[in-house]
């Protein structure tokens, strides 16, 4: 039975029959339709009551004594605009169709905001970080730094980590530590977040854009050989979504043309390539920690390597390029890239349940996979590719036959946030004259969807997922 259901009398019944209903579903509300269930009226405990004081007898139809003008919310208002509509005196909806067919109805207390992810901050993040901040050393030097350097790059299989302010950062640190620059060009996908090729511009070098494969959705090897000239310096393969690259394509083809490999890790931490941790194949990898990521610090990024002097030189770099025996002689350009001892103790608390972050991820991504499996418009991202080793950053799905917007928008209704895959680089004007090859990007950019998946995501928000994919595969069929 519809949750409905027990809301609804037709105008033919009588008061006492209208006082039952309100009795059983305990909201004080009936709504009236007529025999094709199209909305009339409302009526309130307090209608009957005032009736009954205006001596209405129990068996007296409800005609007289319903409300014909009311507040309603039809089914294409978001759940926003259906909030603005409660106040003290209205605080439930009826939700009508296009032709005021009573289909649903809302109230504050059916409503649930769903984020797309939150972070667990639930251990030791509170104690280390009111310690570091009783430490005095709340700026960029402090313990919780190397600390959660040396750890994060343990867990990465690294040598080295060098923590700086965001992700964003620790690729253009990447880039410039390893000398690249104007004249310079540096490949990149393009399905990524901007931050990738932004970085590049921030270099002064020149992007390269190319496309991705269409199995992992990750650069494709192939294009990434085709578009390489005399002037390109360096590739940065993004292993997206939680999905390895194809990092011995990548690096066989680096060690032919003698380029450098920035891995581009915001989203992956924890994937493996052939058994090895993504960020310690490459040159350099960078990770993000911002609040969505697997792991987070606020704000906050790391670039780990295996190469001493590579480490060396990026410490420097990150803190105005200050010669770290002789203060204030400055041996390079540098920035301000620091990352501040609070950050680093919450990341140090992080850091201690990252694998029980990553287990939970792995069973949520599988409670979709199960709920939805029999889904004729849903395809979720490959977890079967050889020698990649995804892990789930958010649950990553492909819907098809432009199905997307429709699905995002139902979602929307109930209050559960889903966010569009990033839009291609190359169809975005700033970037479209750096297009190498985009083809398949653009195709999965348009279907590709991410799902909530984080600690707040509950079997209910699930369920609702898969009750909203049937109903669009259910009208699909009549
Ligand atoms: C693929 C990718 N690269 C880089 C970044 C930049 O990280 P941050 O937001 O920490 O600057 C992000 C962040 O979302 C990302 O998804």
């Known amino acids: 039975m519809s949750r409905i259901e027990n809301l609804k009398c037709t105008e033919s019944a009588i008061i006492i029959d209208a006082l039952s209903i309100i009795n059983t579903n305990g909201k004080g509300i009936i709504f009236v339709v007529d025999d094709s269930n199209k909305l009339l009226g409302i009526m309130t405990d307090g209608d009957i009551r005032r009736a009954l004081l205006n001596n209405a007898k129990l068996n007296e139809s409800i005609k007289e004594f319903y409300n014909n003008s009311f507040t309603y919310a039809t089914t294409v208002e978001s759940a926003i605009e259906k909030l603005k509509k409660l106040n003290h005196r209205v605080q439930i909806l009826p939700v009508i169709d296009e032709n005021f067919i009573l289909v649903d109805y809302f109230q504050k207390e059916t409503l649930y905001q769903i984020p797309i992810s939150a972070p667990s901050l639930r251990g030791n993040e509170f104690k280390y970080l009111v310690d570091a901040f009783l430490s005095t050393w709340i700026s960029s030097t402090g313990s919780y730094i190397e600390i959660f350097e040396a750890n994060f790059a343990a867990f990465c299989e690294a040598k080295h980590g060098v923590a700086v302010s965001n992700g964003t950062v620790a690729i253009h640190l990447a880039l410039k530590a390893l000398g690249i620059g104007r004249g310079d060009e540096v490949i990149v996908p393009d399905l990524t977040f ?60 680096a060690k032919k043309h003698n380029l450098y490999v920035i891995e581009d890790c915001a989203e992956a931490h924890g994937a493996m390539y052939n058994g090895k941790k993504v960020g310690s194949i490459g040159h350099i990898g960078c990770f993000s920690f911002f609040a969505n990521k697997v792991i987070t610090t606020g704000e906050g990024g790391m670039c780990t390597t295996n190469d001493f002097k590579l480490m060396e030189l990026m410490k420097v770099m990150r803190d105005h390029g200050m010669n770290k025996s002789r203060k204030y002689y400055h041996e390079v350009i540098g920035f301000n890239y620091r990352m501040t001892n609070l950050q680093a103790a919450i990341g140090v608390a992080q850091l201690e349940r990252i694998d029980e972050f990553l287990q939970q991820r792995i069973a949520l991504e599988q409670e979709y996979r199960t709920k939805l499996s029999t889904s004729n418009i849903i395809e979720f991202q490959r977890n079967d590719l050889g020698k990649r080793q995804k892990i789930t950053w958010l649950v990553s799905i492909l819907v098809k036959d432009n199905y997307k917007d429709l699905l995002v928008q139902k979602l929307k209704e109930k ?52 009750e909203v994919v049937q109903e669009i595969e259910g009208a699909l069929i009549k």
């Open 194 to 253: 901007a931050a990738t090729i932004n970085t590049v511009f921030h270099s002064e070098a020149t992007p390269v854009i190319v496309d991705v494969e269409e199995d992992s959705w990750c650069i494709d090897p192939k294009e990434i050989e085709k578009a390489i000239t005399p002037k390109t310096k360096a590739i940065i393969p993004v292993h997206l979504y939680g999905q390895p690259c194809d990092m011995d394509a990548i690096m066989a083809i």
């Open 415 to 466: 209050g559960i946030d889903v966010r569009p895959f990033f839009i291609s680089l190359g169809e975005m004007e700033i970037y479209t004259p750096y297009v190498f090859s985009n083809t398949v990007s653009i195709r999965l950019s348009k279907t590709g969807l991410n799902l909530p998946t984080s600690l707040e995501t509950t079997e209910r928000v699930i369920d609702t997922i898969q």
